[in-house]
């Protein structure tokens, strides 16, 4: 709130300013609003320099200065071959502006190559917060779950969002095929959901690589120019980044690693889905979709059982847990013995019933 007062401010004193001086020679009110607009153009440039790096704002400068001290070289070949007048002061003004435009541009571009952090001091810091930028691949956003694992606090910094990207998922979106577009619909819903997380910062940017035609090898150029880390869930892309020296994040290796751990000789309970590939085979499947083969389950498709788990298998595409279901086990624990009643005891003669007296030919006397 308070940087915008300062400028409104500003624009006030330079449009005030231009009302006392009057430096266009037109009216008070022409010249304030004049300066007016120069100020604000001024409070824009300044707004948009606070978005820029510190690599760049330096790289940007150093190429001005190249390009300004170029642009007097070419001045006093103008002098000499130009005869004195307005096209000499025109090709001079015009020399001048290209060089320190094109100086600027190029510098700006240049500037990431920079490693400032080599110089220690208030430049340390610039390199760590170049490596906080995380690079979304195509698929790991139409895969879903990097939005649940934004929305659990386990990622922030500055996520970006290449335009080549954006144009891929339209693509999708867009398709004949109304699974690929439900599928490219869904990315741009999950875009939407990461944008809504507070930790946080979607940034869109428009740089492109014409010269590179595949998306993957583009994605990896962007990470080397922002010194970030691709999240992907894409296996070759992976592969690839890392043969290049590019950081990646992968979230199927990811998911692999918070699976629960098992170990042979444990026993755990799980529900025979369908039949396995091996003779008298079952199959099974964890909560987070671990594939448990279980022996002699066959016989027990669509029901819930106690295996014992004999070996764990890793493999490149998740993990494998192989078990043995004992039916005779099983059966054993099944089988309850069932208690015998055990014979009445015998009735006390004193308490017999008068019909049992009477047919002995004994009276039963109350009692005074």
């Not at 190429?63 to 000499?80: D, E, P, Q, T, W």
């Not at 030919?361 to 109350?366: F, L, R, S, Y």
Request: charged residues 20%; proline residues 4%.
């Amino acid at each position: 709130m308070d940087i915008i007062l300062v400028r409104l401010l500003f624009i006030i004193v330079v449009a005030v300013t231009c009302f006392v001086i009057v430096p266009f020679g037109q009216t008070r009110n022409i010249d304030a609003g004049v300066g007016a607009l120069i100020g604000a153009a001024i409070v824009l440039f300044e707004w948009k320099l606070r978005t820029v790096s510190l690599k760049r704002l330096i790289g940007a400068a150093i190429g001005s200065f190249l390009g300004i001290c170029g642009a007097y070289l070419f001045a006093l070949v103008i002098r000499n071959s130009v005869p004195p007048g307005s096209t000499q002061s025109f090709l001079q003004i015009l020399v001048m502006l290209l060089m320190a435009y094109v100086g600027l541009a190029v510098g700006a571009n240049k500037g990431d190559l920079l490693n400032l952090a080599a110089l220690g001091g208030i430049f340390g810091g610039e390199k760590q917060g170049k490596k906080s930028y995380k690079i979304l691949d195509t698929s790991v956003i139409i895969d879903g779950r990097i939005a649940d694992i934004a929305e659990t606090g386990f990622l922030d910094g500055i996520i970006v969002t290449p335009q080549f990207v954006l144009r891929e998922l339209q693509l999708v979106a867009d398709s004949a095929d109304s699974l690929k577009r439900n599928r490219g619909r869904r990315g741009l819903d999950i875009l939407q959901r990461l944008q809504k997380v507070a930790t946080l910062t979607i940034q869109i940017v428009e740089d492109d690589f014409p010269a590179v035609r595949e998306v993957d090898l583009k994605l990896i150029e962007l990470a080397k120019l922002y010194e970030g880390k691709i999240i992907t869930n894409d296996f070759n892309l992976n592969k690839v980044a890392q043969l290049q020296g590019v950081e990646v994040l992968n979230i199927n290796e990811l998911a692999n690693s918070l699976k629960p751990i098992v170990l042979p000789g444990e026993t755990m309970r799980v529900f025979i889905l369908k039949e396995g590939k091996e003779y008298n085979q079952g199959v099974a499947y964890l909560d987070d979709g671990t594939m448990v083969v279980v022996d002699n389950a066959r016989k027990m498709i669509g029901k819930t059982i106690d295996v014992s788990v004999t070996s764990v298998l890793q493999t490149t595409a998740g993990k494998m847990i192989f078990g043995k279901w004992d039916e005779r086990a099983a059966y054993s624990r099944q089988t309850v013995p069932v208690p015998v009643p055990a014979s009445p005891p015998p009735v006390p003669a004193a308490v017999a019933s008068p019909a049992a007296a009477i047919s002995t030919g004994t009276e039963t006397k109350p009692s005074s």
